[in-house]
């Protein structure tokens, strides 16, 4: 799992949210938040956690990082 924090949700849809991570902006399906994730919908401002695989395939994290 990657936890991302200070993640701000600044759109949302039925199945997705739209937040900005680290200055970049980004869908993340809500199918896609696990346990610990803090955001639930627009305005939210807090951490989430997604599958590794999805963090690195959507350019949330380094490839390198352990």
């Given at each position: 799992m990657?936890?991302?924090h200070e993640v701000l949700v600044l759109r949302?849809?039925?199945t997705s949210?739209?937040?900005r991570i680290?200055?970049?902006?980004?869908?993340i399906p809500l199918d896609k938040l696990c346990?610990?994730?803090?955001?639930?919908?627009?305005?939210?401002?807090g951490t989430i956690v997604v599958p590794r695989?999805?963090?690195?395939?959507?350019g949330?994290?380094?490839y390198d990082e352990d």
């Open positions: 990657v936890t991302l949302e849809s039925d949210l739209f937040c680290e200055g970049h902006d980004r869908w346990e610990g994730s803090t955001v639930r919908r627009l305005g939210d401002l695989s999805f963090a690195v395939e959507w949330l994290t380094p």
